[in-house]
């Protein structure tokens, strides 16, 4: 059973980082009960004319974004999505993005974000997994979408598709050279491939939202379903999780944890598509009233020049982004004095590139930590006290513990165990998995009919102030970059090459990713002149870009147990003992 849909709040003096809780924050929040639509409706009022996106020049107001959202809900509605129907959407960071996830939630439909790196091999679960029977992509990626649904049984498949050109919110002249991106960028923003014809009812963008039509009366409330986001496991295929408005919406709240007002200008660059950027990129900017700059794909030249241009205050980043752009030549020209609030997470900050931004900068990178199921972040580091290489303390309302994950005993401060997590934005479980969903929520050792909390799956450790630090994982995954990769789902499209006879997906050591992910791979007989770039080559064009192995090790068997399971833990083992220390 899932955990109930509203979990009691933590006292205040129970935990011990709240001997050195910010001054200027209190415990825990109060939380609108209302859904993630009604923040936009109230920013619409408040803020009619201001900008609530900057993309290239174009700036999309308030009001223009509630009456661009409400004409794509009556469409919506108009092609039959009906309350909690989902609704999947596939495009890369673009103010139509924002659009599409507040016109769906108007329907009172369940937005379904997917990584637009996927390819035609992994979209159609996407489609059917949901039961989505609407999609809404970017033009570029409408052939992707049509090759996914031709795949699937009749009544798995789509029966309509909104199609958008990122130019269709391009400014109509020249970008201004401050805020233009490549030329291959700018290309690329301003292609108009032809739509597909077979299969699904195509419709553009601006026939869509031309028609005007109004939806009928919202009937959604704070406990509806809002957002499906999915999060891959140790087997089989990603699983969704089930995020209601009410889990959302704290999350979204607490963003004045880093100072959030309607004041601040933040930069838009982590996917939207993602837990984190949607709460921060999309949720957290609407219900401020604040701007968010768009950035479609990271530049480090581009951003660099948009922080300095808008006077960007506010990033949520990942440190590959950081240490990108100390790698470019012209690092020390960047203005980013501006910036009043550094976070981010997903990966680990080196300790040096931290350094770095305090000595050259003065900014202070409040490192965070956070999972799908808990709508980003759970812990983060207050920006007056972080400490390096640290998760933080559990934001407003959260009750973290770290547990024996045998016993489930908690563990006293310093010894290493599973990171355990309660508190108001945590999912409501895995989309049509119960067993799954039960396995993730357990009472601690001794108190059988207490709270349950979320298995995290990660070890680490708590110290005496209460900062939690991490230290490995009990899962089996790969964190490239930020991104999650799990090996079950890599092998599985591994297997489907010509030459694949066994594959075993582990993770190796990367000096910028942190991690990326590795093939070890027994060849059939017939196929034994492949080489390693052959792989590499096919699986860019079956996977997302982040889950294709840069490394492919052949080998002549794989070690297995004495069941005949492929023995994965002692192929890592051997991989972290090459990793110089």
């Known amino acids: 059973m899932p955990p109930p849909s509203i979990d009691p709040p933590v006292r205040p003096a129970e935990r011990p980082h709240h001997r050195i809780w910010p001054r200027r924050l209190p415990r825990e929040l109060a939380v609108p009960e209302t859904t993630l639509w009604a923040n936009l409706e109230v920013s619409a009022r408040r803020f009619p004319d201001k900008p609530a996106y900057r993309f290239f020049g174009r700036a999309v107001t308030f009001r223009e974004l509630h009456a661009q959202a409400l004409a794509l809900a009556g469409w919506l509605q108009s092609?039959?999505?009906q309350r909690g129907d989902r609704v999947a959407l596939f495009m890369q960071n673009c103010p139509q993005f924002v659009i599409a996830v507040y016109g769906i939630l108007r329907a009172d439909a369940v937005v379904v974000p997917v990584n637009p790196m996927n390819r035609v091999d992994e979209f159609g679960h996407y489609i059917a997994d949901p039961q989505a029977r609407v999609a809404i992509c970017s033009a570029d990626l409408a052939a992707t979408v049509a090759g996914a649904d031709a795949a699937l049984p009749g009544a798995q498949r789509l029966a309509q598709v909104l199609v958008t050109r990122y130019a269709d919110l391009l400014p109509d002249g020249p970008l201004d050279p401050a805020e233009a991106p490549s030329a291959a960028t700018e290309a690329w923003l301003r292609a108009d491939p032809p739509l597909p014809t077979d299969g699904p009812a195509w419709t553009r963008w601006h026939d869509a939202l031309g028609r005007g039509l109004e939806p009928g009366p919202s009937l959604a409330g704070p406990d509806d379903l809002a957002l499906l986001p999915y999060t891959s496991g140790t087997t089989g295929l990603p699983k969704g999780c089930m995020h209601?408005?009410?889990?959302?919406?704290?999350?979204?709240?607490?963003?004045?944890?880093?100072?959030g007002a309607a004041e601040a200008v933040s930069l838009s660059v982590v996917p939207m598509f993602h837990i984190t950027g949607m709460v921060y990129g999309v949720l957290g900017v609407?219900?401020?009233?604040?701007?968010?700059?768009?950035?479609?794909?990271?530049?480090?030249?581009?951003?660099?020049?948009?922080?300095?241009?808008?006077?960007?205050?506010?990033?949520?980043?990942?440190?590959?982004?950081?240490?990108?752009?100390?790698?470019?030549?012209?690092?020390?020209?960047?203005?980013?004095?501006?910036?009043?609030?550094?976070?981010?997470?997903?990966?680990?900050?080196?300790?040096?590139?931290?350094?770095?931004?305090?000595?050259?900068?003065?900014?202070?990178?409040?490192?965070?930590?956070?999972?799908?199921?808990?709508?980003?972040?759970?812990?983060?580091?207050?920006?007056?006290?972080?400490?390096?290489?640290?998760?933080?303390?559990?934001?407003?309302?959260?009750?973290?513990?770290?547990?024996?994950?045998?016993?489930?005993?908690?563990?006293?401060?310093?010894?290493?165990?599973?990171?355990?997590?309660?508190?108001p934005m945590v999912f409501r479980g895995y989309w049509r998995h119960p067993k799954a969903t039960e396995a993730a929520f357990v009472a601690l050792a001794g108190d059988p009919d207490g709270p349950r909390y979320f298995r995290t799956g990660d070890l680490g450790r708590m110290d005496e102030e209460g900062y939690f630090f991490l230290t490995d994982r009990l899962k089996r995954m790969i964190n490239a970059s930020g991104f999650k990769v799990w090996p079950a789902e890599v092998e599985m499209l591994l297997y489907k090459h010509p030459a694949v006879l066994e594959a075993c997906v582990i993770g190796a050591r990367d000096a910028y990713r942190g991690e990326t992910v590795k093939?070890?791979?027994?060849?059939?007989?017939?196929?034994?002149?492949?080489?390693?770039?052959?792989?590499?080559?096919?699986?860019?064009?079956?996977?997302?870009?982040?889950?294709?192995?840069?490394?492919?090790?052949?080998?002549?068997?794989?070690?297995?147990?004495?069941?005949?399971?492929?023995?994965?833990?002692?192929?890592?083992?051997?991989?972290?003992?090459?990793?110089?220390?």
Not at 530 to 547: G, N, Q, S
């Open 286 to 423: 609407v219900y401020f009233g604040s701007t968010g700059v768009i950035l479609p794909r990271w530049d480090r030249e581009l951003a660099a020049r948009l922080i300095a241009y808008h006077r960007i205050s506010h990033w949520v980043c990942i440190p590959t982004m950081i240490i990108d752009l100390f790698g470019s030549p012209n690092y020390r020209g960047f203005d980013l004095s501006s910036l009043r609030s550094l976070s981010g997470g997903g990966a680990a900050m080196p300790q040096a590139v931290a350094q770095r931004l305090q000595d050259e900068y003065g900014l202070v990178f409040a490192e965070g930590y956070g999972l799908t199921e808990t709508a980003a972040p759970s812990h983060t580091n207050p920006p007056e006290r972080a400490k390096l290489q640290c998760l933080g303390i559990p934001i407003f309302g959260v009750d973290s513990r770290v547990v024996d994950p045998i016993t489930l005993a908690e563990l006293p401060p310093g010894e290493v165990g599973e990171i355990v997590t309660r508190g």
């Open 519 to 581: 093939a070890v791979i027994v060849l059939r007989p017939e196929a034994r002149g492949t080489l390693p770039e052959d792989i590499t080559a096919w699986a860019r064009e079956h996977m997302a870009a982040y889950k294709v192995p840069r490394l492919v090790e052949f080998v002549e068997a794989l070690p297995k147990s004495g069941s005949g399971k492929v023995m994965w833990r002692q192929l890592q083992d051997e991989e972290d003992r090459k990793a110089p220390t």
């Open 244 to 259: 209601s408005h009410r889990t959302l919406m704290h999350n979204a709240v607490a963003g004045v944890w880093s100072y």
């Open 79 to 81: 092609v039959g999505v």
